[in-house]
């Protein structure tokens, strides 16, 4: 073997081999910081959309309660009790919560429609889902939804 062969063998085994080394070490090092670079990013991104949903919803939980937990609620499913002002209750929320709700309906516990606000033909090119609450009296009994 020559001189010059093993010059050429000395150097890849002392200059080339740790280079390609040290190259595979910084690479591996590498995608592990872009990998938790990248989910650093996507935990943080789905954290901010998880508290805009939970804002949102609390908003629209906040309306169908207002909407379910009051007197005039009640009213609705004693005839008896139901009077003009508590028509009045709901025509003076509706401008307000109508923005939130395509429309609202009071039923029994039949299933039986005794009151409803807004438009329900109306469709919006959006999902619409369907929010329930039963309706309680005072003694926690279910009046209907």
Do not use: C
């Amino acid at each position: 073997m020559s001189l010059r062969a093993k010059l050429l063998g000395l150097f890849g085994l002392l200059a080339v081999l740790p280079l390609i080394g040290l190259g595979l070490f910084d690479y591996v090092r590498s995608m592990h910081a872009l990998e938790s670079l990248v989910a650093g990013q996507a935990a943080m991104f789905a954290d901010g959309a998880a508290t805009e949903l939970a804002d949102k919803y609390a908003v629209v939980d906040a309306n169908v309660s207002l909407l379910a937990d009051n007197e005039e609620a009640q009213r609705l499913y004693d005839t008896k009790q139901m009077r003009p002002s508590g028509r009045d209750f709901f025509d003076t929320i509706w401008p307000e919560l109508g923005s939130e709700f395509a429309w609202v309906a009071y039923r029994d516990t039949a299933g039986k429609t005794l009151f409803s606000l807004g438009d329900t033909t109306l469709r919006v090119n959006a999902r619409e889902y369907v929010l329930r609450r039963n309706v309680h009296d005072e003694w926690g009994h279910v009046l209907g939804t």
